[in-house]
């Protein structure tokens, strides 16, 4: 007997009871969603963060190879996992102060992120049509946005605990 079959066989006050504590029992529990939501925040901040590192090992290798294809390639997935890490952490709710200022660090350094893979793909590209002062300035402005992505995710993971 499911718990269908038994409201059927309530009367209406019964059902409306039945109804009423089922609306209000989930409102009544104390939830401590604190802890919880700036926990997923966290795990989600680390989950991005090795999905994010493990595509700037593979521009670095493409890069310290001379493979600038490969580069350019890696660069775009880059920039891809960036901005859905960026649209993820986004729509993650931060339940407390710092759990607040960690979630603006996150963005900040995936939006760093973003511009320092659009910034590599280019450098690639331009390696590629072998115009390589070009390459090597484009690939410094993406080690500065790099580098300001580092900082910001490293104080975001302090400020998560």
Known sequence: MTLGDRVEGLGVRSRVLVSAGLILVPLLCPISS???SDASLRASVQTWSKAIAADARAVSSNASRRHPRLMTASAV???TDASRARASIS???A????GRRAKGLALAAFTDYTA???F???SGGARTRGQKALATA???RAALFAGNG????LAAGKALG
């Open 116 to 118: 320092a893979g659009r």
């Open 150 to 153: 580092n900082r910001y995710l």
């Open 95 to 98: 339940s407390t102060a710092k």
């Open 34 to 36: 604190a802890s919880a």
């Open 77 to 79: 997935r880059f920039v």
């Open 120 to 122: 590599w793909a280019a």
């Open 138 to 140: 484009l690939a410094r």
């Open 91 to 93: 729509r993650q709710f």
